[in-house]
């Protein structure tokens, strides 16, 4: 299961698209609103979640955590000692942790990212404290994927899946029957 934690000021499209393009694939995921079940996003959509922040536990049913940019969503998500005891978990469980945009500052502020390669939306390179970062779109080092914002969105689901099951086929295929290619 795919936990997506989303919080006031989220970019719609770096939370939506995972979602959607993780479902696709026929793989759980569950939305996680921050406080409230009801998340206003940055560009004034609001969207209801599966369930909210109180509501979850992290265990061995969970297989990764995505952390969606935009801000201020990427500040509320940091902030938030649910979103913080799941990066633990996943970090001590050697589970999977999907970042973009704003979000990879998160991990990169905590130490996270230290030798690691990984990208981010421009202008937040500072923060990935001990990082190598990259100018890639979307960057995988171990079980940590960083992506650089929402056009690149789409890209940054398919590595999610692809992570996620272990097949790059799978994803190409997911990828073909999106027009991605």
Sequence with gaps: MVYVFIADGFEE????????????????????????CIIKGSHGIRIMTDTDDAQIAMDDSVDMIVLPGGMPGTLNLEKNSTVQSAI???????????????????????????????TCFPGFEQFLLGAEYTDESVVRDGNIIT???????????????????????????????????
Aim: charged share 25%; aromatic share 2%; proline share 2%.
């Design 13 to 36: 499209a770096e939370a939506l698209i995972p979602v959607d393009v993780i479902r696709r694939a026929e793989l759980e995921v569950v939305t996680v609103g921050i406080g409230s």
């Design 147 to 181: 992506a650089k914002g929402a056009g690149v969105a789409t890209q940054f689901a398919l590595k999610l899946v692809e992570a996620l099951t272990n097949n790059k086929a799978r994803a190409d295929r997911l990828a073909q029957a999106l027009q991605c290619e």
């Design 88 to 118: 633990d978990y996943c970090i001590e469980n050697n589970k999977l942790i999907g970042a973009i945009c704003a979000a990879p500052s998160i991990l990169g502020r905590r130490n996270l990212l230290e030798g690691k390669k990984a």
